[in-house]
């Protein structure tokens, strides 16, 4: 048996890193094969097979370790509830509500089981923190709120995604648009944020949980409507947000950001469909011209 005290070049001995085993792999297949199957569940939406890696995942987490196991089934009763919807923009009341229920289980049902099941508190939703933002927060919402109003135009009307949310017809379709966006946004961090990242963190790397949990917040967001070139913006601005909660652990500060960069989209659609309408951009061809 070798001495785990190597000796470097300087002569100094140290103790050697850790080598990933077999049983770290499976781990991060499991979380893989979970949280991936939201690629074929909402990105490519393939169903059913797209389940196939939701129950490979699980039953490979609880066949290697039972609290993971335990955490990637509650992720993937969210998948699957989120997948019961189709999540095309609908501005009709039974599509709205349609959304609401099941976009609301997803985050109440697999918090109510980690919590009155599993008797396990990983999932919180920090509101109060009791502590002031700092300059670098307002900063940062500055430039979240500068780099919108310059690219977000350019996204949805150079790529013509905007087509991917439905007609505006008079002040009534607007204020649902309104609502909906916003509402799906704080939903976004509710679930993507304080349920997949908060399960994930306590069993591999921030980094690692944070890719995981990206990838299921970008899938989504590409069958919501977020197509074309779309994953250049989503990709990093769910990566951000993951980091910017665990910096501040404050579900209000993610949300604000995530509000306030949606009310750029919800600006830029409208102007999109009525180009009457919010016609203060300077990114991005004229409505109707296409890309």
């Known amino acids: 048996m070798s001495d785990p005290l190597s000796p470097t070049r300087d002569g100094v001995h140290a103790v050697d890193e850790p080598r990933p085993t077999t049983q770290a792999a499976l781990r991060v297949v499991a ?15 393939v169903r059913p ?62 918090t109510l089981i980690s919590s009155r099941v599993f008797h396990d508190d990983k999932i919180h939703f920090p509101v109060r923190t009791g502590r002031r933002w700092d300059r670098w927060q307002a900063l940062y919402l500055v430039a979240v709120a500068f780099a ?36 799906v946004g ?21 980094w690692l949980a944070n890719v995981l949990q990206a990838t299921v917040f970008v899938s989504f967001l590409w069958e919501l409507g977020y197509r074309g070139w779309g994953p250049l913006l989503t990709i990093p601005f769910a990566l951000i947000q993951g980091w910017i909660f665990r910096r501040t652990t404050s579900l209000t500060y993610v949300v ?32 109707g011209e296409g890309p």
Request: charged share 10%; glycine share 8%.
């Open 31 to 45: 979380a893989a094969l979970v949280c991936g199957a939201a690629v074929l569940l909402f990105a490519v939406h």
């Open 148 to 183: 919108a109003y310059l690219i977000l135009p350019a996204y949805f009307l150079g790529s013509g995604v905007w087509q991917n949310w439905p007609d505006l017809d008079g002040t009534g379709d607007v204020v649902r648009l309104f609502i909906g966006v916003n509402a």
């Open 256 to 287: 604000a950001v995530h509000l306030l960069f949606d009310l750029f989209v919800f600006l830029v659609l409208v102007h999109a469909h009525d180009p009457s309408m919010f016609d203060i951009f300077i990114t991005g061809p004229t409505p």
């Open 49 to 110: 097979l797209g389940y196939v890696p939701l129950v490979l995942g699980v039953a490979l987490g609880l066949a290697v370790d039972k609290r993971l196991g335990r955490d990637l089934a509650l992720i993937a009763l969210g998948q699957v509830i989120i997948s019961t919807i189709s999540l095309k923009a609908d501005l009709s009341n039974v599509g709205m509500l349609r959304f609401t229920v099941a976009l609301g289980l997803a985050v109440v049902v697999p």
């Open 186 to 206: 704080i939903w976004d961090e509710l679930f993507f944020i304080c349920v997949v990242l908060a399960l994930l963190r306590p069993h591999f790397p921030f």
